[in-house]
Each structure stands twice: as structure tokens, then as C-alpha cells.
């Protein structure tokens, strides 16, 4: 089985920390102070592309993802693709790392399209739940839903127009560049292979 050899699992750990300590700088001194508007403009870069190295994603259920056993699923995203596990967890780590109540919360969408709560086991989709000022929200970006949650019952939301778009000079920034081209090195030998590299990095 194909593992990321140690240098390239420090080396993916460092940027995807300096990535969401840098994001997190940038969206403090956009002065949102409204979690909805930060997570719509949140979502905004990553719809446009703005997490990944060549500037695309695409959303896509179906793929040969890479399945390295010692890397987070979430950096998919920098690669430029992703499904809701990639995307949404990405949006947990963001909203965590920016202090906020977030959770990942697991699904099962029935054959009715009725979602239920799951164990990680029997799900078939993820989605994050944000707590913040005594309300709840259950957030999609994968599938671009916003909701309060009250009670039993999901309002839906719309998401604000993202204001501060400056920010988005700033991506892709080189963390996010050299997480996508490590990813394609392990994509290139996937195509090829190999499923095993021996590692000199201990």
C-alpha cells in the first residue's frame, strides 16, 4: 500500500498548518465579525478555486482518490478536487482553527433523500455543524447549504454576499501550492502502480 514517505507527511502537516494559521490572519483583519459572513466568503474561495494549487475544483463523488492511510483526506482539496468528506472536513478545520464550536457531524441520505444521523460507518455523507451566539447551524459545502437548525427543524439560509474579497489576491498561497504538488507525485505513481516507495526520511 502506498504511504507518504515521512519527509513528505512533515512536509504536508507544516503547510496545511501555516496555510490555516495564514488564512486565519487574513480573515481576522478583514474585520467580519459575523460567523455567516465568514463562512460565505469561506466558501466563496474554495468554490472558486482559491484552496487549490492550479486554482480549480471540481466536486466529484465518483474518483480514484489517492487513499494514503497517513495523510488527511481534507488536503484533496488542494489538489483540486474533492467530495463532501474533503470538502466539509476542510471547512471544520478552518472553522476550528478561526475558534469556533464546530463539529463534524456524519449522515445517511436514504433512498428518499431523508437525511439521518449516522455512525462514521454507516454514513454516506458528512456535514459540519457550527454552534455560536446559543444558535446551530448545519452547513454543506459541498452541496452549498446553509441551514439554522431549531428544534427538530432546518431553515434554510442565505449566505450573505462575501464583502471582502481582497483576501482573495492571497490565494493560492505557497502552502497550497506545494501541498498540490506533492499530491500530484503521489497521483503519478498511483497512475503507475506503485504502491509502495521506500522511504530514507527516518
Same mark, same amino acid.
Given at each position: ?20 494559521? &495564514? ?12 460567523v ?5 466568503? *469561506? ?8 484552496? &487549490?494549487?492550479?486554482?480549480?475544483? &471540481? ?14 483526506e ?7 478536487? %474533492? ?12 472553522l ?15 433512498n ?36 439554522? *437548525? ?15 474579497? &481582497? ?18 507525485k ?6 503507475? %502502480? ?9
Open positions: 500500500m502506498l504511504y507518504l514517505t515521512t519527509s513528505d507527511k512533515s512536509l504536508l502537516e507544516k503547510d496545511y498548518r501555516t496555510f490555516l494559521l &495564514s488564512l486565519k490572519t487574513n480573515l481576522s483583519n478583514s474585520n467580519i465579525q459575523n455567516l459572513e465568514l463562512y460565505a466568503l *469561506i466558501n466563496y474561495l474554495l468554490r472558486t478555486g482559491k484552496f &487549490s494549487w492550479q486554482e480549480t475544483i &471540481s466536486y466529484q463523488p465518483n474518483f480514484n482518490y489517492l487513499a494514503l492511510p497517513n495523510m488527511p481534507q488536503l484533496q482539496v488542494m489538489y483540486g478536487i %474533492g467530495c463532501c468528506r474533503h470538502i466539509n472536513q476542510l471547512i471544520n478545520d478552518i476550528l482553527t478561526l475558534g469556533f464550536n464546530s463539529v463534524i457531524q456524519y449522515i445517511i441520505v436514504d428518499t433523500d431523508t437525511w439521518h444521523r449516522a455512525t462514521p460507518k454507516d454514513a454516506n455523507h458528512l456535514v459540519v455543524i457550527l454552534k455560536d451566539n446559543n444558535k446551530e447551524y448545519l452547513l454543506d459545502a459541498y452541496n452549498n447549504f446553509a441551514f439554522q *437548525i431549531i428544534g427538530t427543524d432546518l431553515i434554510p439560509l442565505n449566505l450573505p454576499t462575501p464583502k471582502e474579497l &481582497s483576501i482573495t489576491t492571497k490565494y493560492p498561497d505557497d502552502n497550497i501550492k506545494e501541498i498540490g504538488q506533492v499530491l500530484k503521489y497521483y503519478n505513481l498511483q497512475e503507475y %502502480g506503485i504502491d509502495y516507495v521506500y522511504d530514507y526520511g527516518y
